[in-house]
């Protein structure tokens, strides 16, 4: 079986407080975006895991798609499978990448074993693999609280919107990212911008924490931020505590010779 793990944006990112058990509190919504990668799993005689496109830093016990294999295997005693998946999303973007990957390596699981783990459940599981993970274990627009893991729904929609993704060739880590961090309450919370202010009102209101101390070590961002700007984008954020920075057009916009270097995606929003 096939499935195509989609990416997410950080709409707003608030700090609020580091934790006991060493994670921060924080408000965002996450936003799904059809930037995918491509995950197959099928019966074997052994357990494998083989991986095409980008190539992925790390040991190979490390990627979540074999933490998520190893979780199940030991509640559901699952026989061997052969997982492949092929990279396209990029790492260290602040997208999600390698969480949806292995949120949807859950998923697929659960479905091929006929499991019927149910959702919650399934997002439990997810939550062990990382903060933003459980996120992924369904595909709609949500609010995340508590370190990413405690989700609530919002109406919010970016139909018809156009959207432009830009990675360039900088890898920021989460704990690069959270050593630059000072949390702090803020004075509106997400969802009550989101709701309250139009797009065209979400560049004054609606902020990621984590842009200072990254744009502080990496300036180029704010270059880059700038352009989308000049380029007629109505909001522009750097997405999680990665490097990929996002635009929201109103309408189409050509970028291809606009970021030498960089990775793009565009596309409107369904």
């Known amino acids: 079986m096939v499935v195509f793990p989609f990416c997410k944006i950080n709409l707003g990112l608030s700090v609020r407080s580091k934790r006991p058990d060493g994670y921060h509190n924080l408000e965002t919504c996450f936003y799904p975006v059809p930037w995918t990668d491509v995950l ?35 509640d559901f005693n699952l026989n061997p499978v052969r997982i492949h998946l092929h ?6 973007a602040g997208l999600g990448g390698g969480s949806s990957d292995g949120a949807h390596t859950l998923r697929l699981l659960d479905s091929i074993f006929s499991l019927q783990i149910g959702q919650e459940r399934l997002m439990d599981y997810a939550a062990k693999l990382g903060s933003d993970c459980a996120y992924f274990i369904q595909d709609s627009v949500m609010i995340g609280s508590g370190r990413g893991e405690i989700l609530t729904g919002i109406s ?11 990675k360039p060739e900088i890898h920021v ?5 959270f050593e630059g961090i000072v949390p702090q309450m803020s004075q509106h919370g997400i969802r009550e911008i989101l709701l309250r202010h139009p797009i065209a009102q979400w560049k004054d209101f609606l902020k990621n924490d984590f842009e200072e101390p990254v744009f502080k070590k990496y300036p180029v961002l704010k270059i880059l931020k700038e352009r989308l700007y000049n380029l007629g984008a109505t909001y522009v954020t750097m997405t999680g505590s990665g ?24 596309g409107f929003m369904d």
């Open 40 to 74: 197959e799993i099928i019966p074997g005689d052994e357990f494998t895991f083989t991986t095409t496109g980008t190539a992925i830093p790390g040991n190979t016990e490390e990627n979540l798609c074999v933490k998520a294999y190893r979780i199940l295997e030991k």
């Open 87 to 92: 990279k396209i999303i990029p790492s260290g």
């Open 156 to 166: 919010l929609t970016l139909k018809d919107k156009f959207m432009v993704i830009v």
């Open 173 to 177: 880590s989460t704990k690069d990212a």
């Open 243 to 266: 490097s990929a920075l996002v635009g929201i057009f109103e309408s189409e916009v050509d970028i291809s010779a606009q970021f030498p270097g960089a990775v793009y995606w565009s």
